[in-house]
């Protein structure tokens, strides 16, 4: 027998072998449910990613936004401040009018108004 009838031979028996058609099988299909598995915890990990990704940027953008109301508060109080000196330093009674509505104007603006301390303070402000 030449060795390329003996190779077809041994080919067919190895398709028709019931054995090894059942372990060609079990192995197809263990790889596609291992190929499905690691798809399905790839999908998974990125849309964690992705959400994790999204709530880190939410929390960077109030934390921003928290920091930037807190320095525009900041510098609101250093004016409202220097324009309340003003009012106590007053040397005259036009003067004191003066600051005292520069201080009335500084504290109506939104950014006081929003904020219950700096309320307080625009409530003080009439008894000068």
Not at 24 to 46: C, E, P, R
Not at 108 to 116: L, M, Q
């Amino acid at each position: 027998m030449n060795p390329a009838a003996h190779l077809d031979h041994h080919v067919k028996s190895i398709r028709h072998n019931p054995k090894i058609r059942s372990a060609n099988a079990k192995f197809l299909q263990l790889a596609a449910g291992l190929t499905l598995l690691v798809s399905l915890l790839a999908i998974w990990l990125v849309r964690d990613h992705t959400v994790l990704l999204d709530d880190l940027h939410q929390l960077q953008t109030e934390t921003l936004s928290n920091a930037i109301a807190r320095q525009r508060m900041a510098r609101n109080l250093d004016e409202l401040r220097l324009h309340g000196e003003r009012v106590l330093f007053a040397s005259t009674q036009d003067e004191r009018r003066q600051a005292l509505l520069v201080v009335q104007v500084v504290v109506n603006r939104p950014a006081f108004v929003s904020d219950p301390r700096i309320s307080a303070v625009a409530s003080d402000t009439e008894r000068f």
